[in-house]
């Protein structure tokens, strides 16, 4: 049975890996042509730090303004409470606690993605693009680079004094994993935990415990090694505080879906029957796209009641803390927009820089740039919108 959830996911995997390849080469003959155009025009001062942080000043401005727009979504069986504000914390945002389909991350540590950054105590644990996805470790400030590993990575889950993920057999093949490992902080020790090729698929860090996909079954695994199987086959999941949503199948009806879960392997029971989008749980609320997003992106109480779209538009990418939802929307580079919204897709507002992904950690919202050799990390502080760039090179 499980055989036709991971048909339907390999498919979908299958058809994200095309879409890439084209959008890449769509990108490459834009970026010529821009290039013929403008070749005896000099460019542009780039925004001075000062120029940003007004744009933002402006957008939040523009928040204000349509704070009075409001979504009622007591018939779709959840009332919303949630204001705008400072963003508080939330362990299920750590990038840990995520996963990757096969999409290069793009959207960063969310559910079923990215898990190719991770920022503990000052310092960025990142796979680096530019170096065939090798783990490597910078500071906030630019300085410290360090390459950790000579094999690419995926799935980077800082927890305590190892860093756990899963490596690659090679840097281009994201599906093709080699092994399941942990290293130190400081790269000095490395150790293999499953050694098994493409059997360890997530990883995830939730409290004090890691959370993986082992042959199709989540398991759990404590620091000092012990593993407890949960009773749930799963292709993928999300994790927030206790509770896992997982993509499943349910043999007795013969269907795919979301279920819910927990850490404590309370029996699963199906909350969608539908799937192979992304998704992430945050708090008791399951956001997730249909496809390659192009119906928008939904909303689900998974206490109960229908998931309702709140965000019609193209969703290349995206992302959700306790206050916002951050996503980027584009069919091509040249017209891509980042932009947020509050969590029922109202007071939509551009943000003031384009980023190739979008990781929430607890203070920051973090994005990489990568443009013709170029490449750079930005960070946007949640409490006071100064918004920081360093750039990463070897």
Known sequence: ????????????????????????????????????????????????????????????EEASELESEEVNVEENGEEDTEQEGEAGYDPSNEAGNFSFVDDRGKSGNISTQGGLHDLVDNWVYFANREHNNYLYKIKMDGSGLTQLTDHAVRNINVLGDWIYYLELSNATDHIDIKSFNKITKDGSSIET????????????????????????Q???????????TLPYLASDMSISEERIVYYGYDDVNDLEGYFLGDIH???????????????????????????NGEEGLFKLNVDGGEPFIIIDDFIDYFNVDTSYVYYSTAESEATRENRRTDRNGNNNVKMSYVTNSINIFDNYIMGEFMRQGYYSLYFTNKRTGEITEIEVTQ
């Open 1 to 60: 049975m499980i055989g036709s959830m991971l048909f339907v996911a390999g498919c979908a995997d299958a058809i994200k890996e095309l879409r890439g390849l084209l959008g890449d080469l769509e990108q490459l003959a834009e970026e010529d042509e821009q290039e013929n155009e403008t070749s005896n025009v000099a460019s542009p001062e780039p925004e001075t730090e000062t120029e940003v942080e007004m744009d933002v000043e402006a957008e939040e």
């Open 193 to 216: 935990i499953i050694p098994e090729a493409n059997a360890v698929t997530q990883v995830h860090s939730s409290s004090d415990d890691i959370y993986f996909v082992y042959n199709n």
């Open 218 to 228: 989540i398991t759990r695994m404590t620091q000092d090694g012990e593993m407890t």
């Open 265 to 291: 392997g309370t029996p699963g029971e199906m909350i969608h029957p539908e799937g192979n989008g992304y998704y992430t749980l945050v708090g008791n609320a399951l956001f997730f796209t249909r496809g």
